[in-house]
């Protein structure tokens, strides 16, 4: 399994942006479909975006479509998600995830299907 670590988190007003990072272990990192997902007290983890593993497929929540923008660079073993327009509703934990995916199309949107998670990343957006 890869391991995960994000960064870029932090406090931000709204309208302001921030963009994570998430650094990934090993050789293999242009196999695995990467998604971000995000968690709020007492609420389940939601996908807010996917890549697959050469980019050609991103998916977006309907949430945050037009305002995030995924992204890869398989030579650094790095996934981002570009963050503006930042609403209070985007404070969250932000999880990065990954999956080992035989076809280069494919996207990953649930939880149960990752293989690999990241311990998370705080987003604070104050009004």
């Known amino acids: 399994q890869v391991q995960l670590v994000e960064s870029g988190g932090g406090l931000v007003q709204a309208g302001g942006s921030l963009r994570l990072s998430c650094a990934a272990s090993g050789r293999t990192f242009n196999m695995y479909a990467m998604t971000w997902f995000r968690q709020t007290p007492g609420k389940e983890r939601d996908v807010v975006a996917a890549i697959s593993r050469s980019g050609v497929t991103t998916y977006y929540a309907d949430s945050v479509k037009g305002r995030f923008t995924i992204s890869r660079d398989n030579a650094k073993n790095t996934v981002y998600l570009q963050m503006d327009t930042l609403k209070p509703e985007d404070t969250a934990v932000y999880y990065c995830?990954?999956?080992?995916?035989?076809?280069?199309?494919?996207?990953?949107?649930?939880?149960?299907?990752?293989?690999?998670w990241g311990r998370g990343t705080q987003v604070t957006v104050s009004s």
């Open positions: 995830a990954a999956r080992a995916a035989g076809l280069d199309f494919t996207v990953v949107l649930r939880r149960a299907d990752v293989d690999s």
